[in-house]
């Protein structure tokens, strides 16, 4: 039987009189890879929140790994487990591809050892060897603005390859790309965890990436689970319904 990795039961968040989210439950096992999709508002950089740790549910209980979340909130221990790309990078564009990419060791390693560590050869190899992975080992010494969007997000890539963690989240990472570089930033994020076996939950707004990418679909909307399917049973009319706009909703 597979692992579970993650367990959500009961979670649920307001802000303000808004419900952002209301009483979800899922598993999420050990090497899957989940699209989240859902009309804006539904609640999907909510749930990565709270999956992430940044945010905290109001009620529920948010198993990881078999532990309260509670006990993640050192950055070191969360670090190992869960890694997570933003649309914005998150990337230092002032300094060298290398030093973000070692970034990645931040959390282990805390802020002091990772602005020294350019010194130490071994660390130089490691992030050596992460460029190479995506495929930008010519750019390690570049200024990190000096690279195109795409290339930004490979660095960001790299970095989750240095950190290393368990669970991959992230938050619309192709929001801003073209659709060859989008397919391209999937197709090599959903390669590069399947070697290590790593966990990623992504959330995006195109159907088609999700379908093509990804082996199970959770569907949000209005804060709460509309469809958890298998990609390959998600079809064009609970799409319809889940994008519909308010009244609209057909049957079937
Ligand atoms: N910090 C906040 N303060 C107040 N309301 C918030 C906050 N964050 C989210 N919300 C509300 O909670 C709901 C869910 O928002 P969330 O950003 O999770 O949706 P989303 O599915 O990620 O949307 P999008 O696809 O547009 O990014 C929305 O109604 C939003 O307005």
């Known amino acids: 039987m597979s692992e579970s990795i993650i367990k959500m039961n009961n979670i649920a968040k307001h802000f303000e009189r808004k419900i952002a989210l209301s009483s979800l439950s899922f598993i999420i096992n050990k090497g899957e890879h ?5 009309p804006s508002g539904a609640g999907k950089s909510t749930l990565l929140n709270i999956l992430a740790g940044i945010t905290n549910a109001d009620s529920g209980e948010y198993l990881l790994d078999g532990k309260s979340i509670v006990n993640y909130q050192k950055r070191n ?11 914005q990078f998150d990337l230092i564009a002032s300094l060298p591809v290398i030093q973000n990419v070692l970034a990645g060791k931040l959390g282990e390693w805390g802020f002091f050892k990772s602005l020294i560590s350019l010194l130490f050869p071994i660390e130089k190899e490691t992030a050596a060897r992460a460029l190479n992975q995506v495929g930008l080992l010519d750019k390690m010494y570049e ?3 000096r690279l195109s969007g795409g290339e930004q997000q490979r660095v960001a890539l790299a970095r989750l390859l240095v950190q290393n963690p368990e669970v991959i989240l992230a938050d619309e990472p192709v929001a801003s790309l073209d659709p060859a570089r989008a397919e391209d930033i999937l197709s090599l994020m959903t390669e590069l965890v ?6 990623l939950i992504v959330s995006l707004h ?3 990436y999700a379908k093509k990418y990804f082996s ?3 569907a949000l909307r209005d804060g709460e689970i509309f469809f958890d399917l298998p990609s390959e ?3 064009d009319s609970l799409l319809a319904n889940l994008y519909a706009l308010k009244g609209e909703a057909k049957d079937g």
């Open 77 to 87: 221990i969360r670090s190992r487990k869960i890694g997570v790309i933003r649309q």
């Open 143 to 145: 200024q990190t603005s």
């Open 194 to 199: 399947k070697d290590k076996k790593q966990t």
């Open 233 to 235: 049973h998600v079809t």
């Open 216 to 218: 199970r679909i959770i």
């Open 34 to 38: 989940i699209a989240l999709i859902g």
């Open 206 to 208: 195109s159907v088609e």
